[in-house]
Antibody
Framework: QVHLVESGGGVVQPGTSLRLSCAASGFTFRRYGMHWVRQAPGKGLEWLAVIWSDGSKKIHADSVQGRFTISRDNSRNTLYLEMNSLRVEDTAVYYC???????????WGQGTLVTVSS | EIVLTQSPGTLSLSPGERATLSCRASQSVSSSYFAWYQQKPGQAPRLLIYGTSSRATGIPDRFSGSGSGTDFTLTITRLEPEDFAVYYCQQYKSSPWTFGHGTKVEIK
């Protein structure tokens, strides 16, 4: 069964850092490009970052460029999102999602909530 | 960046009725790279339609997609109780991957 399970969310203060993880199972992780997408409370979906299946290329959205970094460990079937200098407006549910070579986002994880508050 | 504008923002319909959701792109999108997702409260998005008109695995045939260029449509022929949700369109051709702001289909 295909599964993506995010972890690492929580309540943090502005200016601090957090690392999210996304553990994959049930599919060949190393064949999938992987993305992070977030959803602020009551809002729509915002794409944040992508990493190629072999990790050779990464692209980050302008809104998080320089603060967030996507990475992966194919030996551990795990995707990461390092988030620095967190802001109140980064408060959201963070989802990981896979794309098999330019295909749409499928599967998705269940999401992990990050709350940035003083 | 390709901006996707969905309309209407909210659609109030009764079970059994037909739903027509629209998504307009700020520039032409390859039909091979256009998708629709369904999201229910507290759940992750679920892929419904990809490549403009192909249904994802397990999606019932009351869901259909169409369109080309800058105008795309998701149609639900007869709404079932489980179809009341928020629907997002997406282009996945290239960075930045973008989503529409969603159409909420609510029970009238």
């Amino acid at each position: 069964q295909v599964h993506l399970v995010e972890s690492g969310g929580g309540v943090v203060q502005p200016g601090t850092s957090l690392r999210l993880s996304c553990a994959a199972s049930g599919f060949t992780f190393r064949r999938y490009g992987m993305h992070w997408v977030r959803q602020a409370p009551g809002k729509g979906l915002e794409w944040l970052a992508v990493i190629w299946s072999d990790g050779s290329k990464k692209i980050h959205a302008d809104s998080v460029q320089g603060r967030f970094t996507i990475s992966r460990d194919n030996s551990r079937n795990t995707l990461y999102l390092e988030m620095n200098s967190l802001r109140v407006e980064d408060t959201a549910v963070y989802y990981c999602a896979g794309d098999e070579g330019g295909r749409p986002f499928d599967p998705w994880g269940q999401g992990t909530l990050v709350t940035v508050s003083s | 960046e390709i901006v996707l504008t969905q309309s209407p923002g909210t659609l109030s319909l009764s079970p059994g009725e037909r739903a027509t959701l629209s998504c307009r792109a700020s520039q032409s999108v390859s039909s091979s790279y256009f998708a629709w997702y369904q999201q229910k409260p507290g759940q992750a998005p679920r892929l419904l339609i990809y490549g403009t008109s192909s249904r994802a695995t397990g999606i019932p045939d009351r869901f259909s997609g169409s369109g080309s260029g800058t105008d795309f449509t998701l149609t639900i022929t007869r709404l079932e109780p489980e179809d009341f949700a928020v629907y997002y369109c997406q282009q996945y051709k290239s960075s930045p991957w973008t989503f529409g702001h969603g159409t909420k289909v609510e029970i009238k």
